[in-house]
């Protein structure tokens, strides 16, 4: 065996032991990780070390550096070597990519950029595509628009890549990454959050390692929080605590969760937490003539008629409710918590209330208490969600929600919300490693 083969099956074995940890190690070590990965790295670099001189010097230096770029903090001694390996020969794709990543942990968004598309211009790669897809969703935007090409642009890196090897789990959960952010920059489709589910799915089905990735659980759960299902959401971000404790943030988003459906919960049952007497004027107040367009029973929707018959919230049935419309007065808001969604509770002329959900919704334009708002042909989920705390508690939600993607079907104290009401905001993903 050469020494050249002989570095890098050790260096192999080092990133196999990183990768598969959870697999090869089990839960019950999770908190040792950090430590044994560090310790394999030392152990490695000192095997390297006792080959250099047999070795030839540039596979030397870039497996060198792959050793040290496991580790997920920046080293200056690793860059210095992989800028070595792509001066001294450029047709290094692995080197482009792994200086890029350096220089991604060294916070240099420009130059990790310049070194995947470095490599790429030497040859078609699927880890050059994926991280590029990676760095374009970080670039800050110079000008109005940016932002939005870089993640679309993103999007089509990261198909690029999973078209190169189907089998992939990590290009898979790049592509899943950049749909999520594609939802927030563009309109907040439902759609497109179904097209991250099923790529983070996929990346789980085509490579069990993946089931592992902390940052996975971490980024679904994001997805599935958008998308209402409060209970994946929570479990995602559970199972991402589970694989890296000492990362915090799946922490912090299960207590935003906790807060936000206390919260709702809390203001729905008890209507606004509003006084009798100012709670029964607001209801009777209640005038068919808020529904502004959508009243007489029908409304005009690209040229054609549309009938729309006015409802209670109690008629809703769970999921769409064609040809129907229903109208409330906002007996509150929750700004305070969260503005993705702008999030009101509405009572009707029966005394029900039913939260609201409200995407795509420019800042500063959300309704306040005492606006009329009217909503066409709504869809509403029933949310019966029970989370255990610990063997002896647990915190138990129960409302119904109606959930609005498009604002400007909404009519508010009798008038049609506007484009100007429309906008959209960025995907907050924090990762415990690059993603």
Not at 63 to 80: G, H, M, S
Not at 242 to 248: A, E, F, I, S
């Amino acid at each position: 065996m050469s020494s050249e083969t002989e570095v890098e099956q050790i260096v192999d074995k080092l990133q196999d032991f990183c990768d598969n940890f959870v697999q090869n190690h089990g839960m019950e070590k999770i908190h040792e990780k950090t430590a044994m990965v560090k310790q394999e790295v030392d152990s490695t670099i000192a095997m390297l070390k006792t080959l250099e001189e047999r070795c030839q010097k540039t596979t030397y230096m870039l497996q060198y550096a792959r050793a040290l770029n496991v580790l997920p903090d920046y080293t200056r001694e690793c860059e210095d070597y992989l800028s070595k390996v792509v001066k001294r020969d450029p047709s290094i794709i692995q080197g482009w990519n792994l200086l890029g990543e350096t220089f991604w942990k060294k916070g240099d968004i420009g130059a990790a950029k310049d070194c995947f598309q470095g490599g790429l211009k030497r040859k078609k790669d699927k880890v050059s595509l994926r991280s590029l897809s990676m760095v374009l969703r970080q670039l800050k935007a110079d000008k109005f628009g940016d932002e939005q090409k870089n993640v679309i642009s993103s999007v089509e890196m990261a198909k690029d890549a999973v078209g190169m090897d189907v089998e992939d789990g990590m290009s898979w959960y790049i592509l899943g990454n950049a749909y999520l952010s594609l939802f927030f920059v563009t309109e907040q489709n439902p759609k497109v959050l179904a097209m991250a589910l099923e790529a983070y799915s996929k990346a789980e089905k085509v490579e069990k390692r993946s089931t592992h990735n902390p940052d996975l659980h971490f980024n679904r759960a994001m997805a599935y929080r958008y998308e209402e299902s409060y209970q994946l959401a929570l479990e995602g971000l559970t199972t991402a605590d589970q694989l890296d404790p000492t990362w915090g943030s799946p922490r912090t988003k299960i207590n935003e969760i906790f807060n936000y459906l206390d919260k709702v919960n809390d203001l729905v049952e008890k209507k606004g937490k509003m006084k009798s007497k100012r709670l029964q004027n607001m209801i009777k107040s209640i005038k068919e003539t808020n529904l502004g367009p959508y009243s007489g029973g029908s409304f005009t929707i690209n040229g054609k008629q549309q009938k729309l018959e006015y409802i209670p919230l109690s008629s809703l049935n769970e999921g769409a409710n064609p040809e129907k419309v229903i109208m409330g007065k906002v007996v509150c808001n929750m700004a305070d918590i969260t503005l993705v969604p702008f999030t009101f509770a509405i009572i009707d002329h029966n005394g029900d209330c039913y939260a609201v959900t409200v995407y795509n919704l420019a800042r500063g334009k959300g309704m306040i208490i005492g606006d009329s708002v009217a909503i066409p042909e709504p869809f509403m989920t029933h949310h019966k969600i029970e989370w255990s705390l610990n063997a002896d508690s647990a915190k138990k939600w129960d409302f119904r929600n109606i959930r609005v993607d498009n604002p400007i079907v909404l009519i508010v104290n009798g008038r049609k919300l506007t484009q100007e009401h429309c906008g959209s905001t960025i995907a907050a993903m924090i990762p415990s490693q690059a993603s």
